[in-house]
């Protein structure tokens, strides 16, 4: 459907979140957040996410698509942690009454659990990518994570668990990230799906 990035939209998005009910506390990790940072789709005049291709010289999962966010210093919310991380990658600098809501924590198997926060962000808002840390910025149109084949899913030999991976030119995009877009995604179409046992591929793992 067509979701223009104007105020409509903004209300229509912050109800179907508002609806959305979170599954249960999932077990004690270290807390990470990641912002799901809504903003216009420039050429369409559409609604779309940004995503990073994290940089190169990265510790930890370089050279990977990721939605902004990072690890939660002591006595921060998720999102407190959220909006910090999309101003240190990004220099998007949004407040609490940017945020529309929380989806469900998700469990990685390198020991995270990372709490998705949907955010608003204005259309003419400036994006600054940190190249420490960000490689890339894509904004990628809602109608693209809407579409019926926009998500597979397949299996490997190592776990039971069904992979889930996200279509995006040409490239497989993998769980955590795939799995986050995915539930918001179904948190769009008025369904509360649960993504926590979504599999990761062996590379992210570690």
Excluded at 45 to 67: C, D, E, I, K, V
Excluded at 112 to 139: C, F, K, M, Q
Aim: hydrophobic share 45%.
């Amino acid at each position: 459907m067509s979701r223009p990035f104007d105020l409509a939209t903004r209300r229509n998005i912050a109800e179907r979140c508002a609806a959305f009910v979170e599954a249960e506390p999932a077990p004690a990790l270290k807390r990470a957040a990641v912002a799901v940072a809504l903003t216009g789709a420039e050429a369409s005049g559409g609604t779309a996410l940004l995503l990073t291709l994290r940089a190169s010289g990265l510790r930890a999962h370089s050279n990977q698509w990721a939605l902004p966010g990072g690890r939660c210093d002591a006595g921060e919310t998720p999102a407190d942690a959220a909006l910090r991380e999309l101003h240190e990658e990004l220099g998007l600098e949004l407040g609490a009454g940017d945020v529309l809501s929380l989806l469900d924590d998700y469990p990685t198997r390198s020991g995270y659990l990372i709490t998705p926060v949907v955010v608003w962000a204005a259309s003419g808002a400036p994006i600054s990518p940190n190249p420490d840390e960000v490689a890339s910025v894509h904004r990628i149109a809602l109608a693209d994570i809407e579409h019926e084949d926009a998500f597979s899913f397949t299996t490997i030999p190592e776990s039971t668990r069904r992979v889930i991976r996200f279509h995006h030119e040409g490239d497989f995009i993998h769980a955590p990230t795939a799995a986050l877009i995915y539930q918001f995604r179904e948190v769009l179409a008025g369904r509360d799906t649960r993504v926590a046992e979504l599999e990761q591929p062996v590379f992210a793992w570690k």
